[in-house]
């Protein structure tokens, strides 16, 4: 009997002992219990904490003040784990739970005004010319935007014969202001080898190059002016008072010929078919030209008075052509004659 009592008390003994360890993994007292709900291992503390971290940057929206809160909260979130979350400060409340920030608004869109100049030229205004600002002179051809004003010629050096050239030319206008006609003395002593031409820019290059190939084979030569005439461009605008080629117009007529089948490559005017080479010496505003052929006899009677006395003055020794397109002048060199 002993013996069956001694079993069945370690059966309710074994019993009572498995009903109270179901969830406590073997410890059997309340206290025990508490110990082990309250301790826990430094490597699952860690662990705990890196989830609590995860689950707080996930309900962080990206904001313009993300960087910031999520730094701060990371930091306090280590420091104190138990402690509840604070309240977010006035004003940020909606970005910190997750509202999207509103774009920023941007200046308006202002554009700098372009200058009445530039607005006048894309408005298509017509260029106007002064003629008092050109000694009353009218262009032969309308002022484009991109075209240059163009002419080929032969420089003539007056050297030491200047002064006294110029006294005959005072003298000649003289003569012609007795008799009302106005006329004005010219800058400088040429023979035009070709019309004046419009030329667009991106012509100048190339068009300058051909005709210095084509000079460079020409030998120098001389010119002797004797005589004078009376011209009037193609326009009737001007008229001119200009002393004759009478020695080296066969030269001339080649450097013609060849400048004119460069200036064709470009569609460009020939010079003119029965042009006479001549050097101007005077001209006016208008078509004055009958007065002043009636004028010849005595201006003629001057000239002679002058080149009786001086005779080397008549002949220039032609070694160089001038190529003008704009206010550019270019050099052309003839052949020397060694």
């Known amino acids: 009997m002993a013996a069956m009592r001694g079993a069945r008390g370690a059966l309710c003994l074994l019993q009572h002992y498995s009903s109270d360890s179901d969830g406590d993994s073997g410890y059997t007292s309340e206290d025990d219990r508490k110990r082990k709900h309250e301790f826990t291992s430094p490597h699952e503390r860690k662990k705990k904490k890196r989830r ?18 999520s730094s701060s909260s ?17 004003g940020m409340c909606g970005q910190e739970r997750g509202a999207v920030a509103a774009p920023r608004p941007q200046p308006p869109h202002r554009s700098i005004p372009l200058p009445a100049e530039l607005l006048a030229g894309r408005e298509g205004a017509q260029h106007t010319e002064d003629p008092q600002q050109h000694q009353g002179r009218l262009r032969s051809f309308p002022h484009e935007r991109g075209n240059w004003a163009s002419i080929l010629y032969i420089p003539l050096h007056l050297g030491i014969y200047g002064p006294s050239f110029s006294s005959l030319v005072s ?24 019309r004046t031409l419009v030329l667009h820019l991106h012509w100048i290059h190339p068009l300058t190059e051909d005709l210095r190939r084509t000079v460079a084979h020409k030998a120098r030569f001389s010119l002797w002016l004797h005589g004078l005439s009376v011209y009037v461009n193609e326009e009737h605008t001007r008229t001119f008072l200009g002393l004759r080629v009478c020695q080296g117009r066969s030269e001339l007529d080649e450097l013609v010929g060849d400048a004119d089948k460069c200036f064709a490559e470009y569609r460009l005017p020939p010079f003119y078919k029965d042009g006479s080479y001549h ?33 080397d003055m008549r ?21 020397s004659q060694d």
């Open 52 to 69: 609590r971290g995860e689950e707080e940057e996930d309900m962080v929206v990206d904001s313009p003040f993300s960087s910031s809160s």
């Open 74 to 90: 990371s930091s306090s979130s280590s420091s104190s784990s138990s402690s509840p979350p604070q309240a977010a400060p006035q």
């Open 171 to 194: 003298s000649l206008l003289s003569t012609c202001r007795q008799h009302s006609l106005s006329l004005t003395p010219s800058t400088d002593l040429h023979v035009s080898l070709s």
């Open 279 to 311: 050097a101007s010496i005077a001209w006016c505003v208008g078509d004055v030209s009958e007065p002043l052929r009636r004028l010849l006899p005595q201006l003629e009677n001057l000239c002679s008075q002058y080149f009786a006395v001086e005779t």
């Open 315 to 335: 002949t220039f020794d032609i070694s160089t052509l001038l190529f003008k397109a704009g206010n550019k002048i270019t050099t052309l060199h003839l052949r």
